[in-house]
């Protein structure tokens, strides 16, 4: 199993940002996958996620502000992030619970910063 997130940057609060999770080694289409964050001096936090009914959840911390979306046939997951706030920097990190544990990508760094 191996996902590889993409797409952070700088940007400045109010910007945007789409970031993208590609997936392999398992049958993408048939799981639920997830957003995850860990900002600078924090514990890593649930952002979204989506099954594999296209049923979304998302923290309050970006409801509003960020959609979660997928496409099976690429095997990726996408994270549209809208209204971009200085806490939302972190790095970001995509997830997939497979065969009784958890594996990660290696992460993509936002920076909300003027």
């Known amino acids: 199993v191996q996902l590889q997130a993409s797409g952070g940057g700088l940007v400045q609060p109010g910007g945007s940002l789409r970031l993208s999770c590609k997936a392999s080694g398992f049958i993408f289409r048939l799981n639920t996958v997830d957003w995850y964050r860990q900002g600078p001096g924090k514990q890593r936090e649930f952002v979204a996620n989506?099954?594999?009914?296209?049923?979304?959840n998302y923290a309050d911390s970006v409801k509003g502000r960020f959609t979660i979306s997928r496409d099976n046939i690429k095997n990726t997951m996408y994270l549209q992030m809208n209204n971009l706030k200085p806490e939302d920097t972190a790095i970001y990190h995509c997830?997939?619970?497979?065969?009784?544990?958890?594996?990660w990508g290696q992460g993509t760094q936002v920076t909300v910063s003027s």
């Open positions: 989506i099954t594999s009914g296209h049923t979304t």
């Open positions: 997830k997939v619970f497979y065969r009784y544990r958890d594996y």
